[in-house]
């Protein structure tokens, strides 16, 4: 059965830093796997979303990575900025019933 | 843009009250899904749809049922609500799972913060 890891589940950290983070995953037979943003009492947003064919994808200042072999993914934020805070899941489509299986999330803090 | 808008933002039920969550899509999209999210333990799905009048449990179907009588629309009840029930319940739509599995992006509503007392 898979399932999703995001360590650490909080982190908090000065702005303008670069930071890192990490998704796992325990079955490596996935369609795609997708990092979304969520603030406080509101909904999902999707921020990137990597094929299993490929390796990474950009979008301003965030890249997210796929090593399918590893079952891992990381989120990379460059120049953090307050506005940035918020929970960050990632969540994969796989499965013969094709749906999401999500981590529990990581709670960013970026502090002014 | 697609539109996900899910009725209330708020909604406070006494317990063994019959509720109604209500999601409405504006993109035409052929799955629905219901989610519940709880601190700690991420989304777990609790029905989806991918047609009209189609339904499928998700994880925990226990004590909730769905109706899907218009594409756009897909709700949610819990027949008779429990403390337990309470969290926040997300709504989300995608296409059909043929237009492509590796593109297919899933967009949510704002979420129902729900308290049963």
């Known amino acids: 059965k898979q399932e999703v890891t995001q360590i650490p589940a909080a982190l908090s950290v000065p702005e303008g830093e670069n930071l890192v983070l990490n998704c796992s995953f325990t079955d490596s037979a996935i369609y795609n796997l997708q990092w979304f943003r969520q603030d406080p009492g509101k909904g999902l947003t999707s921020l990137l979303l990597i094929q299993s064919s490929q390796r990474e994808q950009t979008s301003g200042r965030l890249n997210a990575s796929l090593d399918k072999s590893s079952g891992r993914s990381t989120l990379y934020i460059a120049a953090s900025q307050p506005g940035d805070s918020a929970t960050y899941l990632c969540?994969?489509?796989?499965?013969?019933?094709?749906?999401?299986?999500w981590g529990a999330g990581t709670k960013l803090i970026i502090k002014p | 843009d697609v539109k996900v808008t899910q009725s209330s933002r708020y909604l406070v039920k006494r317990t063994g009250e019959k509720v109604f969550l209500e999601c409405v899509q504006d993109?035409?999209?052929?799955?629905m899904f219901w989610y519940r999210q709880d601190p700690g333990l991420g989304l777990r799905l609790i029905y989806f749809s991918y047609d009209v009048k189609m339904k499928e449990k998700g994880d925990i179907p226990e004590g909730y049922s769905v109706s899907r009588e218009k594409k756009e629309r897909f709700s949610l009840i819990l027949e008779s609500a429990s403390t337990n029930q309470t969290s926040m319940y997300l709504c989300?739509?995608?296409?059909?799972?043929?237009?492509?599995?590796?593109?297919?992006?899933?967009?949510f509503g704002a979420g129902t913060r729900l308290s049963v007392l």
């Open positions: 989300a739509s995608s296409l059909n799972w043929v237009a492509g599995l590796a593109k297919n992006i899933q967009y």
């Open positions: 969540a994969v489509l796989g499965g013969s019933n094709y749906q999401l299986i």
């Open positions: 993109m035409d999209h052929e799955n």
